[in-house]
């Protein structure tokens, strides 16, 4: 346990280390916001842009690696929105922003680190793979979903233009798109922008991981508990349990399992309290989501971990 505790607790020291320094005011919110900035809408993206023009393409898209990964998460989408109305009464629009928290892990900022630290870069295919389509689908099942239980039947060919129109204005997604472009293609890169793209790369984990830890600095875990331990338990235990399940009965080999069930025990990402400000609603609940299933994370991670060694 204590080595597995050596590979995770690097990263949650510095997500503490950002949020020590915005709680005792040496960053201020704008600081904060910058980085996290700078880390989701240029390193990041520059990260995945590289991964993705040099990923082997044949190898890295197992339809049972993604089958397992996507597989589970639609699942929990779908028990998150249904025990959210069903159990707990919320209406209609704050279910569907309660299922993507269920939905949406923190495949980027907390995966591939984890990942790397624990099984090495080689291991980060399968989480290229999936990170690859990671926003796009989740995303486009909030969005969908959303705009659906709004129109009420009413409306509903408007849909998939706001779906299109949200993705193209993600970061992420443009940064995917692009390396898929230029790994299609063929197109050779001079080698003074890989290596200023590398550059930026470099600063883009730790950038992001100190960002992280300013934002939950912002919110309080508090009210509606019973929700909030109900979709960490969907995060953090039901996804990977899933994907486990899913990867043994479709026959995915040792690496492709384990970056597909590390990535499906990170708690809720950042992106899933954006997209239910994005629609105000269940706000709360997604930030103290994030909070606690990124405290819990260190834990479960270290299970999971144990599990797949």
Known sequence: MSALLDVILPVFVVIGAGYLAARRGMIGPEGIDGLMHFAQGFAIPC????????LDLGAGFDPALLGSFYAGSTLCFLAGLFGARLLFGREWEDAVAIGFVALFSNSVLLGLPITERAFGPEALVGNFAIVAIHPAFCYAVGI????????????????????LRAMAGNALVVGILLGLAVNLSGLPLPGVLWEGIDLLIRAGIPAALFGLGGVLARYRPEGDMPTILFVVALSLVLHPALTWGFGWWAGLGQDGLRSAVVTASMPPGANTYLFAAMYARAQRVAASAVILGTALSVLSAAAWLSWLR
């Open 144 to 163: 969908a979903a959303m705009e659906m239980v709004r129109a009420r039947g009413a409306g509903a060919g408007a849909v998939p233009g706001k779906v």
């Open 47 to 54: 990260l995945l842009f590289r991964a993705l023009a040099t």
